[in-house]
Nanobody, 119 residues
Framework: QVQLVESGGGLVQPGGSLRLSCAAS????????MNWYRQAPGKERELVAA????????AYADPAKGRFTISMDDDKNMVYLQMNSLKPEDTAVYYC????????????WGQGTQVTVSS
């Protein structure tokens, strides 16, 4: 049974940083690309960052480029999203996702963690 559990969300001031974590079980990273998506109120879920199997490639949505970094730890079966220079528009529920196909929506989802950027 695949399980993805996110943590690390919270309230942060504009310009601050957060590191989201995703603990994965029931999968190995050799078989899945790992992604972070987010969904803001009233908006569709959107891809934020992706890391390929074995961490060979990464991809970022334009709003995340230069501010967010996705990484993985194979030994711990963990995926991370380091978010710096946070803006109010980054406020959303962030979801961890494990997908078989690169940059194609699908696969397994976590329950999400709330990130709120506000002063």
């Amino acid at each position: 049974q695949v399980q993805l559990v996110e943590s690390g969300g919270g309230l942060v001031q504009p310009g601050g940083s957060l590191r989201l974590s995703c603990a994965a079980s029931g999968i190995t990273f050799s078989g899945y690309h790992m992604n972070w998506y987010r969904q803001a109120p009233g908006k569709e879920r959107e891809l934020v960052a992706a890391i390929s199997t074995y961490g060979l490639s990464t991809a970022y949505a334009d709003p995340a480029k230069g501010r967010f970094t996705i990484s993985m730890d194979d030994d711990k079966n963990m995926v991370y999203l380091q978010m710096n220079s946070l803006k109010p528009e980054d406020t959303a529920v962030y979801y961890c996702n494990a997908a078989r196909r690169w940059l194609v929506v699908g696969g397994h989802w976590g329950q999400g963690t709330q990130v709120t950027v506000s002063s």
